[in-house]
Nanobody, 117 residues
Framework: QVQLVESGGGLVQPGGSLRLSCATS????????MGWYRQAPGKQRELVAR???????NYADSVKGRFTISRDGAKRTVFLQMDSLKPEDTAVYSC???????????WGQGTQVTVSS
């Protein structure tokens, strides 16, 4: 019933930009905090950015000033605009939805982002 589907990943050169999308279904979107996480090979999964149901945001220090998270209630979609990309941003990026009511959490399948010259 619940689906989170990421898109927009790919190969980009250092300094370039990508825009990730996470389309949701089966949830009351306005009731969920949304986040983007990433995991590189051999490294722990880390929170990249989060946007709460009230619209407030927070970012990992490593991406602050370069990435922007946003949400579109009509489209039931969360976005991650990634600018000034660095090779160390290379990872699988996954979308997360967390209910502010029950705390239940859902995950998308992930999308690969590769930053390389």
């Amino acid at each position: 019933q619940v689906q989170l589907v990421e898109s927009g990943g790919g190969l980009v050169q250092p300094g370039g930009s990508l825009r990730l999308s996470c389309a949701t279904s089966g949830i009351i979107f306005s009731m969920y905090h949304m986040g983007w996480y990433r995991q590189a090979p051999g490294k722990q999964r880390e929170l990249v950015a989060r946007i709460l149901s009230d619209g407030s945001t927070n970012y990992a220090d490593s991406v602050k000033g370069r990435f922007t998270i946003s949400r579109d209630g009509a489209k039931r979609t969360v976005f991650l605009q990634m600018d000034s990309l660095k090779p160390e941003d290379t990872a699988v990026y996954s979308c997360n939805a967390n209910s502010r009511i029950s705390g239940v959490t859902y995950w998308g399948q992930g999308t690969q982002v590769t930053v390389s010259s």
